[in-house]
């Protein structure tokens, strides 16, 4: 076994593949099946192909550096890619590579602005792996460089943004603090993998950077939800309150029971007929019980055989109090025979809620509310 962990034969496979000008198959066919072993088909298909008919030089010694420096032989793959002649030694892909794996950030940087002039062709993987190691390395300015010629590389396929690349841009461009335009990729991460907590936490702080307390809310919420032992998702939602001034919110967010906080009731009730037929409620900015509990009344007023209706829903919408408005909407509405699916949500969606059977929303004069105009 040789210090870089391969058996000896493989080294020497490797090397001779480095030093002589037409290699014999039999190196080809050893790489072929370390690759295959390694679970890699394709590149062992690969290998086993240039044991038929061998690449050229310059892409040989490409593959070769490859793999040192996959295995962190840094050196080695060095000495293959200076070894090139004038023509073949001008600033490639995987040189550039090398010179971020060893620390060399400054001729690395240079070395990218010089190719990004005049790029050669590059696999979108190699792109990825560049990428990745400026990340690593928290030079964010340099892997934001990569950003365009890999999108470019990717519509010219067409083909869309993987989650990897969203994600990867929208950080980058956090680290800039280039947030305006890093929501759109957060928002666009959240699309392609709804259960990942990273882009709505993200999409969550750029909330209350906007000002928007009560989307913020939302999102650590739906974070949580995801995870409930994430570590800051709460922080999240004190902050959201903390800015919307919902004191019972935080009260319970903080551990009081929902029976020591006030229970604000305030507007005029409408007369019980006036909810006929109304089984999903939408209410627009409330903070109190009161439309609520009328509308409790009404359904506990059914007929048994009436009540059971296929869906009963309730939408409570950009509340000044979201989380004390929904626990007390659940307490309130538990005892009904029929269940009632309760969702919280920061803001009108004509598309979500236009369905309800009522849209009400709370104005700041009596009786305090109004039902919403259709469209």
């Excluded at 023509?87 to 794996?101: D, G, H, I």
């Excluded at 957060?186 to 990273?198: D, E, G, I, K, N």
């Excluded at 604000?264 to 409330?286: K, V, Y």
């Excluded at 969606?349 to 109004?370: N, S, T, V």
Aim: proline share 8%.
């Amino acid at each position: 076994m040789s210090e870089s962990g391969l058996p000896s034969d493989l080294v020497q496979a490797l090397h001779d593949l480095a030093e002589q000008h037409e290699p014999a198959p039999e190196p080809f066919e050893r790489v072929a099946r370390w690759r295959r072993a390694c679970g890699d088909a394709e590149a062992a298909a690969t290998w086993q192909t240039w044991s038929l008919l061998p690449p050229d030089e310059e892409k040989l010694r490409n593959a070769l550096a490859t793999i040192w420096s996959d295995l962190g032989e840094l050196d080695q793959a060095r000495a293959l890619l200076t070894t090139a002649s004038d023509a073949e030694s001008q600033p490639s892909w995987l040189q550039l590579t090398l010179l971020v794996r060893q620390g060399e950030f400054e001729r690395a940087s240079a070395m990218q602005q010089q190719l990004l002039k005049s790029p050669p062709s590059v696999e979108r993987a190699d792109l990825l792996d560049l990428l990745r190691l400026w990340r690593e390395n928290q030079c964010s300015s340099q892997a934001l460089e990569l950003l365009d010629p890999l999108l470019g590389w990717i519509k010219q396929r067409g083909e869309t943004p993987t989650i990897q690349v969203c994600l990867a841009l929208a950080d980058l461009l956090e680290q800039q603090h280039r947030f305006d335009e890093a929501e759109p990729w957060w928002q666009r991460s959240h699309a392609m993998q709804p259960s990942y907590a990273w882009p709505l936490m993200r999409l969550g702080q750029q909330a209350l950077r906007k000002k928007q307390p009560a989307v913020a809310f939302h999102y650590a919420s739906q974070v949580l939800e995801r995870n409930p032992d994430h570590n800051y998702a709460p922080r999240l939602q004190h902050k959201a309150l903390t800015a919307l001034e919902a004191t019972r919110s935080l009260a319970l967010l903080d551990g009081q029971p929902l029976s020591e906080l006030d229970n604000a009731t305030g507007g005029n009730q409408p007369e019980p007929e006036w909810w006929d037929g109304c089984t999903s409620l939408a209410l627009i900015g409330f903070d109190s019980t009161s439309l609520l509990s009328s509308w409790c009344g009404y359904l506990n007023s059914l007929d048994p055989g009436e009540r059971c209706h296929p869906s009963l829903r309730l939408w409570l919408i950009g509340s000044p109090d979201p989380l004390w408005l929904e626990q007390k909407a659940e307490d309130l509405l538990a005892p009904l025979p029929q269940p009632v699916l309760i969702s919280s949500w920061p803001i009108w969606d004509e598309q979500r809620h236009g369905g309800a059977d009522k849209k009400l929303e709370a104005i700041d004069k009596p009786p305090f509310w109004r039902e919403q105009e259709q469209g």
